[in-house]
Structures are given as C-alpha cells and as structure tokens.
C-alpha cells in the first residue's frame, strides 16, 4: 500500500491529517503537481484525473477520491472510529464532513480559481461565479458555526473525518486569501484549538 499526495493540497491535506488523528502509518510519496508531475503517462495510470490523492493498493489496483481512501482505510481499521459509533454519530459526522467539503472546500476553490492571477491565463475567469461561491461560503460557515457550538470537535466529543476536512478546507482558505470572517467565533475557537494539534502541525 503506497499513498500518492502533494501535502500543500488541501484533499490530500485532509487525508495525511486523518492518518495522524488515526495513529496509521501508510508510506507516502510527494507528487508536485506544480510541475506537472501528475501529468504524465505514469501517473496517468493510476488516476486518469490526474488528482491527488492516490492510494495504490498491493494488488497495484488505486482508489483516487480522498473520502473514498479514508472511509476504506475507517473499513480497514474501525478502531479508533473516525466516523461514529452508532448510526446517529456516523451520520452526523458525515453531514458536517459534506457541509465542509462542498460548502467550504468547493466554494474557496471557486472563489481562488476565479480571482488568483495565478488562474488567470488557465482558465475563463468569472466575477459572478466568485461572488456567487462567496454566497454559499458564507451560508456554509453559518451552518458550521451553529453546528459546532461549544462542542470540542467539528461533530462532536471526539476528532472525526470531519475535523480533518474543515482544517484542510479551512487552511486552504488562508492560502487562498479567504479568511474565516470573525464574527463566526464558534468556528475561530474550534480551528484555533484543532489546528495546534499535532495532526495539523507536522
């Protein structure tokens, strides 16, 4: 088993942090995509999208959507769950994971593909499409915000999969020049102490 990742990614970012929060030991091999490295033939192979991350299983088979990595390695190793203990706590978890993913996670990228020079002579560039994904960012948030409360964790009492994708999507959002608006104090309490974790810091 071997893990393909460019760890200033924030989806392979999420993953990297759940085995750490997990005590997995998975070997890993950097792919920089800002040299195209997930571009070429070989690559290619394990994940025609040429995303990251990818997991290459023994059989040389690969399994290339984070969520999809985490939840079979969760499948691998139940214990400690990452995901809940009863039907209740796993769809809950499940439900800030998505909210963070797609609601936070997808809006910044949106909103930095569609304002980054960096993006500029890469793709069409869209004013309305960022403001747009600035709209559902902050509803995101919102929701996050009131879903959290006073709670230690993202969907809880303990660290979930959820957890590790709000940090990447949260941490993207500070690379991105998206920063956490500080009337979501709920969120600003939660990120500052999750982010201190060693998970998050090496």
């Known amino acids: 088993m071997k893990l393909y990742v460019f760890s200033l990614a924030p989806n392979p970012k999420k993953l990297l942090v759940y085995l ?3 005590g997995l030991d998975v070997p890993c091999q950097e792919v920089d995509i800002t040299q195209g490295a997930n571009r070429t033939e070989e690559f290619l192979r394990k994940n025609p999208l040429g995303g990251l991350p990818v997991l290459e299983l023994d059989d040389g088979s690969c ?10 390695l ?3 190793h139940p214990t400690p769950s990452m995901i809940g203990g009863s039907p209740m706590e796993r769809a809950r978890t499940r ?6 993913d797609i609601g936070v996670l997808t809006s910044v990228g949106t909103i930095f593909q569609n304002t980054s020079p960096f993006f500029a002579g890469r793709v069409k560039q869209s004013a309305e499409a960022a403001a747009n994904a600035r709209t559902r960012l902050a509803n995101a948030l919102g929701a996050l915000e ?8 993202a ?10 994708t709000l940090v990447a ?4 959002g500070e690379f991105a020049g998206v920063d956490l608006d500080p009337t979501f104090q709920n969120l600003h309490r939660w990120y500052g102490a999750f982010k201190q974790r060693p998970s998050v810091q090496g």
């Open 155 to 164: 969907a809880g009492d303990r660290p979930t999969i959820a957890d590790c």
């Open 74 to 76: 969760e499948e691998l």
């Open 20 to 22: 750490k929060e997990k």
């Open 63 to 72: 399994l290339t959507e984070s969520l999809a990595i985490i939840e079979y």
């Open 95 to 100: 439900e800030v994971e998505r909210i963070a």
């Open 146 to 153: 009131k879903s959290i409360g006073s709670k230690p964790f």
């Open 169 to 172: 999507a949260l941490q993207f």
